[in-house]
């Protein structure tokens, strides 16, 4: 028996669920230190995962394996590999600097925040180590109840916040009652629900119209997640009303979940399948980055805006997917260039949780402090706040792909895949990148941060009294923006580590189909 | 059978028969003691306890294919070599189900009735008798203590549901209840008495026998008589259209009997639905499968359509339990005893009814403490709840989340394994519409969710809920994440269960 490792850093924070949950009330401010601190350990470890795979490449590393429900075939089965690393340590980060940033800002009902997020972190992580369908359904539920309670509890009133949990919760569902139908009839074939070995089984194989309606069902669910327009309206409202710390983890880890899920299981399950429609979810990913992009463009309010635009960034991570998806030609140079379109998919996924996660907080910051975040009554913020200027700038920046930053690599690598294997979908999908800077410069880095300040204005809308901390970014979320300002450089100049254990998985994984 | 092997096979039903006697009498001997009439519901709790122990000590002796109980054969009625009940899986599995049906139900009702009624003997014995009832339907294998098991059920159900006589509601519900009640058990005896008919015995095996080797000429009195048999089972599981008494008995009952009609009548009409349609008509598997394919549909989708609209969690919580006896009718409709599979359908419907009884149990414990501090059981009674008791709301809210099937639940395993007997028979029709219900309850369900983690307390200030029903909501918790964590266990013992009865099909 090896180090159970994926074991604690999926159940260390459930461990502290519990604790801070049985913690006597009124004591708030231990209770956020144990939260953060109980967050610290998977944090840890997932990088030390991460370092210890990238000396050796390719398939599942860490894998643990026990017995469950014999009956059920259902075992205890994870492993993590290149393409769930990244997205391990991004929900261990993005946790850890949610629960520090929200020990300042959260007032009302802490243990149960505190409580709830731990809880939230424990089904978002086994979604990324389960290896076992069984496991991963039941983990992918669990993540759904402490989200809508985050987002209905601690939502702002005048976001409709009761609404948008719902309505989370709901299209969440729809989507994973129909995967869990798939699931079963997958294993009514294939006799196992190891998520390793079904592929090699030809799941659904005897059967191509039910191969359809699965491979569907499955898809829908993770679409709805990613969101994929049309399936993505779900996304603003939840994004809108949640807590800064529950758009953050919104964006930056759950949206993931279904892109992972693509990646994992439909791809290996139906590559035919895929190719046959890949044409298709291309059209879905091209009307995600372009639709996506003018509603942002369209938005007044600086949330909704960069909801919208995880429309737009996901649907560059569908286009890399459908790219290495759109063809099943394993000889080079074509698999290379499939290659690179899963590696810019994936690394897509990391840099938009940072990236997103990082422009959330930075919506968090102006919001905390003027209780608005209608774009028209800001302006000339860069003098005022020059930090907050700069921070947001580069993060803006990075999102809209300049060089340099880590959008850019993702993007680029996004690009080179899909010129070589659909060059239509990418001469269209270049059109996203343009309307991002648009928007980003334009509705952020102008109405937020340039033109002329009104000292008038300024005093209706910035409170003072409840304001304990500078005007200008305090150092707490100096802090919590820090490490997601380190990756977006890091990515951005020197990619390599990163992408390293991602290419070795991905490359396996398209040879292997 | 001697004498001494007739009572061993016996034991759990004369232990609960006991025990009901020994409350009755003690509530005559302290007629005038109210301190220690405190003591009624322990002495029933310790008899249903003890009747869970001989059911677990008797257990072995049903291995293999069960065994009849009879102290003289041949003398049975119409001359048949027939005994009346069999001890088997299946009637060990319901014997152990209804004691525990009981004893939760017990657990939640001490200070419930306390408030209400003085006569409380009566009550836990009449609750015990229910209890003994569900054990004889689940093992009677004839016609005529088949039907005998469920009136008997009915008549000591009437009681209960109007047991608060000065309560318009109460009386109300358990006359409507009486009404439909006693029409459908007509209409089932009169089916019975059809296939009486056309087979000459009463004997489950001896009909099945009777159809297969006897003429043809009389098999279409067979369809007349399952439809008019469903009714009656159809009444007690509430199934549509014969379900319109569950709403109003459901709200006007006392609650602990809102509880356990909810699961323990519809336990008892599962079992005898499974034997009487397996063991009697295993050649007409293709007719009733059909007529109850489409019951289920109606019923699940009926059930929570309704219960978008309630604004009171008790009649909320009877149309949830209409939908969700639709959902285990799936696993009837859909079994498949020879599959070398997982599910057979038959195992999903006891896992199902194992969690539904766990996961209703405690969501009704919920509600009873909630009535006990509040005095009502409008949805915005629980507004608020997680400030004013946040063990019962947290609880709730993993019985609601059984309830709609998401896990770690035990309501997800039960709806894996019937959902799972629906794809393997190719009924994806059925999986689809139970899907499809399953995300149409979560609209009601959230209606409680909201009100408890979302609302504003009408009232400040903490409550207890009492050791009774902390008692009842913890275990019952605890055995739904368990069911769902730990599932091996509950599996197995539910896939031996079912053996038997599969393996006569």
Same mark, same amino acid.
Request: glycine share 8%.
């Given at each position: 028996?090896?180090?159970?490792?994926?074991?604690?850093?999926?159940?260390?924070?459930?461990? !502290?669920?519990?604790?801070?949950?049985?913690?006597?009330?009124?004591?708030?401010?231990?209770?956020?230190?144990?939260?953060?601190?109980?967050?610290?350990?998977?944090?840890?470890?997932?990088?030390?995962?991460?370092?210890?795979?990238?000396?050796?490449?390719?398939?599942?590393?860490?894998?643990?394996?026990?017995?469950?429900?014999?009956?059920?075939?259902?075992?205890?089965?994870?492993?993590?590999?290149?393409?769930?690393? +990244?997205?391990? *340590?991004?929900?261990?980060?993005?946790?850890?600097?949610?629960?520090?940033?929200?020990?300042?800002?959260?007032?009302?009902?802490?243990?149960?925040?505190?409580?709830?997020?731990?809880?939230?972190?424990?089904?978002?992580?086994?979604?990324?180590?389960?290896?076992?369908?069984?496991?991963?359904?039941?983990?992918?539920?669990?993540?759904?109840?402490?989200?809508?309670?985050?987002?209905?509890?601690?939502?702002?009133?005048?976001?409709?916040?009761?609404?948008?949990?719902?309505? *989370?919760?709901?299209?969440?569902?729809? !989507?994973?009652?129909?995967?869990?139908?798939?699931?079963?009839?997958?294993?009514?074939?294939?006799?196992?629900?190891? $998520?390793?070995?079904? +592929?090699?089984?030809?799941?659904?194989?005897?059967?191509?119209?039910?191969?359809?309606?699965?491979?569907?069902?499955?898809?829908?669910?993770?679409?709805?997640?990613?969101?994929?327009?049309?399936?993505?309206?779900?996304? +603003?409202?939840?994004?809108?009303?949640?807590?800064?710390?529950?758009?953050?983890?919104?964006?930056?880890?759950?949206?993931?979940?279904?892109?992972?899920?693509?990646?994992?299981?439909?791809?290996? /399950?139906?590559?035919?399948?895929?190719?046959?429609?890949?044409?298709?979810?291309?059209?879905?990913?091209?009307?995600?980055?372009?639709?996506?992009?003018?509603?942002?463009?369209?938005?007044?309010?600086?949330?909704?805006?960069?909801?919208?635009?995880?429309?737009?960034? $996901?649907?560059?991570?569908?286009?890399?997917?459908?790219?290495?998806?759109?063809?099943?030609?394993?000889?080079?140079?074509?698999?290379?260039?499939?290659?690179?379109?899963?590696?810019?998919?994936?690394?897509?996924? /990391?840099?938009?949780?940072?990236?997103?996660?990082?422009?959330?907080?930075?919506?968090?910051?102006?919001?905390?402090?003027?209780?608005?975040?209608?774009?028209?009554?800001?302006?000339?913020?860069?003098?005022?706040?020059?930090?907050?200027?700069?921070?947001?700038?580069?993060?803006?920046?990075?999102?809209?792909?300049?060089?340099?930053?880590?959008?850019?690599?993702?993007?680029?690598?996004? /690009?080179?895949?899909?010129?070589?294997?659909?060059?239509?979908?990418?001469?269209?999908?270049?059109?996203?990148?343009?309307?991002?800077?648009?928007?980003?410069?334009?509705?952020?880095?102008?109405?937020?941060?340039?033109?002329?300040?009104?000292?008038?204005?300024?005093?209706?809308?910035?409170?003072?009294?409840?304001?304990?901390?500078?005007?200008? $970014?305090?150092?707490?979320?100096?802090?919590?923006?820090?490490?997601?300002?380190?990756?977006?450089?890091?990515?951005?100049?020197?990619?390599?580590?990163?992408?390293?254990?991602?290419?070795?998985?991905?490359?396996?994984?398209?040879?292997?189909? | 059978?001697?004498? #001494?092997?007739?009572?061993?096979?016996?034991?759990?039903?004369?232990?609960?028969?006991?025990?009901?006697?020994?409350?009755?009498?003690?509530?005559?001997?302290?007629?005038?003691?109210?301190?220690?009439? =405190?003591?009624?519901?322990?002495?029933?709790?310790?008899?249903?306890?003890?009747?869970?122990?001989?059911?677990?000590?008797?257990?072995?002796?049903?291995?293999?294919?069960?065994?009849?109980?009879?102290?003289? @054969?041949?003398?049975?009625?119409?001359?048949?070599?027939? @005994?009346?009940?069999?001890?088997?899986?299946?009637?060990?599995?319901?014997?152990?189900?209804?004691?525990?049906?009981?004893?939760?139900?017990?657990?939640?009702?001490?200070?419930?009735?306390?408030?209400?009624?003085?006569?409380?003997?009566?009550?836990?014995?009449?609750?015990?008798?229910?209890?003994?009832?569900?054990?004889?339907?689940?093992?009677?294998?004839?016609?005529?203590?088949?039907?005998?098991?469920?009136?008997?059920?009915?008549?000591?159900?009437?009681?209960?549901?109007?047991?608060? =006589?000065?309560?318009?509601?109460?009386?109300?519900?358990?006359?409507?209840?009486?009404?439909?009640?006693?029409?459908?058990?007509?209409?089932?005896?009169?089916?019975?008495?059809?296939?009486?008919?056309?087979?000459?015995?009463?004997?489950?095996?001896?009909?099945?026998?009777?159809?297969?080797?006897?003429?043809?000429?009389?098999?279409?009195?067979?369809?007349?008589?399952?439809?008019?048999?469903?009714?009656?089972?159809?009444?007690?599981?509430?199934?549509?259209?014969?379900?319109?008494?569950?709403?109003?008995?459901?709200?006007?009952?006392?609650?602990?009997?809102?509880?356990?009609?909810?699961?323990?009548?519809?336990?008892?009409?599962?079992?005898?639905?499974?034997?009487?349609?397996?063991?009697?008509?295993?050649?007409?598997?293709?007719?009733?499968?059909?007529?109850?394919?489409?019951?289920?549909?109606?019923?699940?989708?009926?059930?929570?359509?309704?219960?978008?609209?309630? =604004?009171?969690?008790?009649?909320?919580?009877?149309?949830?339990?209409?939908?969700?006896?639709?959902?285990?009718?799936?696993?009837?409709?859909?079994?498949?005893?020879?599959?070398?599979?997982?599910?057979?359908?038959?195992?999903?419907?006891?896992?199902?009814?194992?969690?539904?009884?766990?996961? #209703?149990?405690?969501?009704?414990?919920?509600?009873?403490?909630?009535?006990?501090?509040?005095?009502?059981?409008?949805?915005?009674?629980?507004?608020?709840?997680?400030?004013?008791?946040?063990?019962?709301?947290?609880?709730?809210? &993993?019985?609601?989340?059984?309830? &709609?099937?998401?896990?770690?639940?035990?309501?997800?395993?039960?709806?894996?394994?019937?959902?799972?007997?629906?794809?393997?028979?190719?009924?994806?029709?059925?999986?689809?519409?139970? &899907?499809?219900?399953?995300?149409?309850?979560?609209?009601?369900?959230?209606?409680?969710?909201?009100?408890?983690?979302?609302?504003?307390?009408?009232?400040?200030?903490?409550?207890?809920?009492? @050791?009774?029903? =902390?008692?009842?909501?913890?275990?019952?918790?605890?055995?739904?994440?368990?069911?769902?964590?730990?599932?091996?266990?509950?599996?197995?013992?539910?896939?031996?269960?079912?053996?038997?009865?599969?393996?006569?099909?």
């Amino acid at each position: 028996m090896n180090f159970p490792i994926l074991t604690l850093i999926t159940f260390i924070p459930l461990l !502290g669920s519990v604790v801070v949950a049985l913690m006597p009330g009124g004591r708030e401010r231990e209770m956020k230190l144990l939260a953060v601190l109980f967050s610290v350990p998977s944090l840890v470890l997932s990088i030390i995962a991460w370092v210890a795979y990238a000396g050796t490449p390719g398939g599942m590393q860490f894998t643990e394996e026990a017995a469950w429900i014999p009956t059920l075939n259902a075992a205890y089965r994870l492993g993590v590999d290149g393409i769930s690393l +990244p997205l391990v *340590f991004l929900t261990a980060l993005l946790t850890t600097l949610s629960l520090f940033y929200s020990s300042y800002t959260i007032k009302k009902r802490v243990k149960e925040f505190f409580a709830l997020f731990l809880l939230l972190e424990v089904g978002m992580m086994g979604v990324f180590v389960a290896l076992d369908l069984v496991l991963f359904y039941v983990f992918w539920e669990v993540g759904l109840v402490p989200m809508f309670l985050l987002i209905g509890i601690w939502g702002q009133p005048q976001d409709r916040p009761q609404y948008s949990a719902i309505k *989370f919760f709901l299209y969440t569902l729809v !989507g994973s009652v129909a995967m869990l139908l798939a699931f079963i009839a997958i294993y009514m074939t294939t006799g196992t629900w190891n $998520m390793l070995e079904i +592929p090699a089984l030809g799941p659904l194989a005897n059967s191509p119209g039910l191969a359809v309606a699965a491979f569907w069902a499955i898809f829908i669910a993770f679409a709805i997640k990613v969101p994929s327009w049309p399936f993505h309206t779900w996304l +603003p409202d939840a994004h809108t009303a949640a807590p800064t710390a529950g758009s953050v983890v919104l964006a930056g880890v759950l949206l993931k979940l279904g892109g992972y899920g693509m990646i994992r299981i439909l791809l290996p /399950f139906f590559p035919d399948l895929f190719r046959q429609f890949a044409p298709w979810i291309g059209v879905l990913a091209l009307v995600s980055m372009i639709y996506g992009a003018l509603v942002s463009m369209a938005q007044w309010d600086l949330k909704r805006l960069i909801a919208y635009s995880s429309v737009s960034h $996901m649907g560059f991570f569908m286009l890399g997917l459908v790219a290495a998806a759109a063809t099943l030609d394993a000889s080079n140079p074509v698999l290379t260039s499939r290659a690179i379109a899963l590696n810019g998919a994936v690394l897509q996924m /990391f840099n938009h949780g940072i990236i997103t996660g990082g422009l959330f907080f930075l919506v968090g910051v102006i919001y905390e402090r003027t209780h608005t975040r209608d774009l028209k009554v800001f302006g000339g913020l860069s003098a005022k706040m020059p930090v907050y200027y700069g921070v947001m700038l580069m993060t803006a920046l990075a999102s809209l792909g300049l060089p340099g930053l880590a959008g850019f690599i993702s993007e680029f690598l996004v /690009f080179r895949g899909a010129f070589a294997i659909i060059p239509i979908y990418a001469i269209i999908g270049v059109l996203a990148i343009v309307l991002g800077a648009a928007y980003i410069l334009w509705k952020i880095i102008q109405n937020v941060f340039l033109g002329e300040f009104s000292e008038e204005r300024w005093g209706k809308i910035y409170d003072e009294h409840h304001w304990p901390f500078s005007l200008d $970014m305090a150092r707490f979320e100096l802090i919590t923006l820090a490490p997601l300002l380190f990756f977006m450089l890091l990515v951005g100049v020197y990619p390599a580590p990163v992408l390293n254990a991602i290419n070795a998985t991905a490359t396996a994984l398209l040879a292997g189909l | 059978m001697t004498l #001494n092997q007739f009572v061993v096979l016996l034991l759990p039903e004369l232990v609960l028969t006991l025990a009901a006697l020994v409350v009755l009498g003690l509530e005559i001997v302290w007629r005038d003691a109210d301190g220690r009439k =405190r003591v009624l519901p322990l002495v029933a709790l310790v008899g249903v306890l003890a009747t869970l122990l001989v059911t677990v000590l008797i257990w072995p002796l049903a291995s293999g294919g069960g065994l009849p109980i009879s102290l003289a @054969p041949g003398q049975d009625f119409g001359g048949d070599q027939t @005994p009346m009940l069999a001890l088997d899986g299946l009637s060990l599995f319901f014997k152990a189900l209804a004691a525990l049906v009981l004893a939760l139900v017990l657990l939640s009702s001490t200070e419930y009735v306390r408030a209400r009624t003085p006569f409380r003997g009566e009550f836990y014995a009449l609750i015990l008798f229910a209890g003994l009832a569900i054990t004889l339907a689940a093992a009677a294998t004839n016609l005529l203590m088949i039907y005998l098991a469920i009136e008997f059920l009915s008549l000591t159900s009437y009681l209960l549901t109007g047991y608060l =006589r000065d309560d318009e509601k109460s009386t109300e519900g358990a006359v409507k209840y009486f009404v439909y009640g006693a029409t459908a058990s007509a209409i089932m005896v009169y089916g019975f008495s059809l296939l009486y008919g056309a087979t000459g015995t009463i004997d489950l095996a001896g009909i099945a026998t009777a159809l297969t080797t006897g003429s043809a000429a009389v098999h279409w009195l067979v369809y007349p008589a399952l439809i008019m048999a469903l009714v009656g089972l159809g009444f007690k599981i509430t199934l549509v259209p014969f379900h319109q008494w569950a709403p109003d008995a459901y709200e006007g009952a006392p609650t602990p009997v809102t509880a356990f009609l909810s699961v323990g009548s519809k336990a008892a009409g599962f079992a005898v639905l499974m034997r009487f349609l397996l063991t009697a008509l295993p050649g007409f598997q293709v007719d009733w499968m059909g007529v109850l394919a489409g019951i289920a549909i109606v019923t699940m989708t009926l059930g929570n359509l309704v219960a978008l609209w309630q =604004r009171n969690v008790k009649r909320l919580l009877a149309y949830s339990s209409i939908a969700q006896a639709g959902y285990i009718l799936i696993g009837l409709v859909a079994l498949a005893p020879q599959a070398q599979s997982w599910t057979t359908g038959l195992n999903g419907v006891l896992l199902y009814l194992l969690a539904y009884l766990f996961t #209703n149990l405690g969501a009704f414990a919920v509600v009873i403490a909630v009535e006990n501090r509040t005095g009502s059981a409008e949805l915005d009674a629980f507004a608020g709840l997680v400030r004013r008791n946040p063990f019962l709301a947290v609880m709730m809210l &993993i019985f609601l989340l059984s309830l &709609i099937g998401i896990p770690p639940t035990g309501g997800f395993l039960g709806k894996l394994f019937v959902f799972g007997a629906a794809i393997q028979r190719q009924m994806l029709v059925l999986a689809v519409v139970g &899907i499809v219900n399953s995300v149409i309850s979560v609209y009601y369900y959230y209606a409680i969710i909201r009100q408890m983690f979302f609302g504003e307390a009408r009232e400040p200030g903490c409550f207890d809920e009492g @050791p009774g029903l =902390r008692v009842a909501v913890g275990v019952s918790a605890t055995l739904v994440l368990l069911m769902s964590l730990a599932a091996e266990p509950f599996i197995r013992l539910a896939t031996e269960s079912v053996s038997m009865l599969a393996a006569s099909f």
